[in-house]
């Protein structure tokens, strides 16, 4: 079982990390396309472009964050045969719920 944590962890930080910088990428050039200039860094900009880029780029990241994990989990299964750690399998249609046993939190 610690074997499967560890690998699911690892095929979860990965479509992580794949999916976040394609967002990222595709809020800054949104951004780019929409203002005609670069996002705001380090403070530049009034605080109502900071502030809408904040949560601009904040809800890009989270919703990334969502997909990532769902697109992991999916591939987990197909690839394993079981849903991985803190899933499980809805016998109705094969998706997959996430757990809410306490001892699955972080």
Do not use: C
């Amino acid at each position: 079982m610690v074997g499967a944590k560890i690998g699911w962890k690892l095929v979860q930080a990965a479509f992580t990390i794949v999916v976040g910088l394609a967002a990222s990428k595709a809020v800054s050039t949104a951004w780019k396309l929409g203002s005609g200039g670069k996002p705001p860094k380090n403070g530049q900009g009034g605080y109502a472009e900071v502030a809408v880029w904040a949560a601009v780029s904040a809800g890009a990241a989270a919703a990334a964050r969502l997909f990532a994990e769902r697109r992991a989990a999916a591939y987990w299964l197909k690839s394993t045969g079981y849903a991985p750690p803190g899933y499980e399998a809805d016998a109705a249609d094969g998706s997959l719920l996430k757990s809410i046993d306490k001892h699955d939190e972080k």
